[in-house]
């Protein structure tokens, strides 16, 4: 219920296997969720939002998409047609930070990658 209600963990029993989700992580993506990941492209192309990753990710449930940064507010859109698109698939989508606790890979976050016109990586 606190996943439901709260979209995160409060109370409740740790992963079965901790952090060793390895058949998650390196598995392939379930075909459900293929098919919303799809759809989610379909979608965030026609609006300008490109991505190039799809897989899943450390979190058991959890499934990544990398957007290619431009200077829309690509997030807000993405996240926004996470939700409705998730609904369609009779899936449920959770964008808090961390909805596991203690669990690595678990929740929305953000990666980024900085580089010149040229392609050089910028780095201090």
């Not at 029993?13 to 390196?26: N, V, W």
């Not at 026609?46 to 897989?55: A, D, F, R």
């Not at 690509?74 to 926004?80: E, G």
Request: charged residues 25%.
């Amino acid at each position: 219920m606190d996943l439901k209600f709260c979209q995160r963990t409060l109370f409740g029993a740790k992963p079965p296997k901790g952090q060793e989700m390895e058949d998650h992580y390196f598995g392939s993506i379930k075909p459900r969720v293929a098919e919303f990941m799809k759809e989610l492209d379909m979608e965030l192309w026609k609006l300008g939002v490109l991505s190039k990753t799809k897989h899943n990710e450390a979190a058991p449930s959890q499934h990544e998409l990398a957007p290619i940064f431009t200077v829309t507010n690509q997030n807000q859109i993405a996240m926004d047609l996470m939700k409705r698109i998730a609904d369609k698939h009779s899936l449920v989508c959770l964008l808090h930070e961390k909805p596991f606790a203690g669990v690595n890979g678990s929740g929305k976050h953000n990666d980024w990658s900085l580089s010149t016109s040229k392609g050089k990586n910028r780095t201090r």
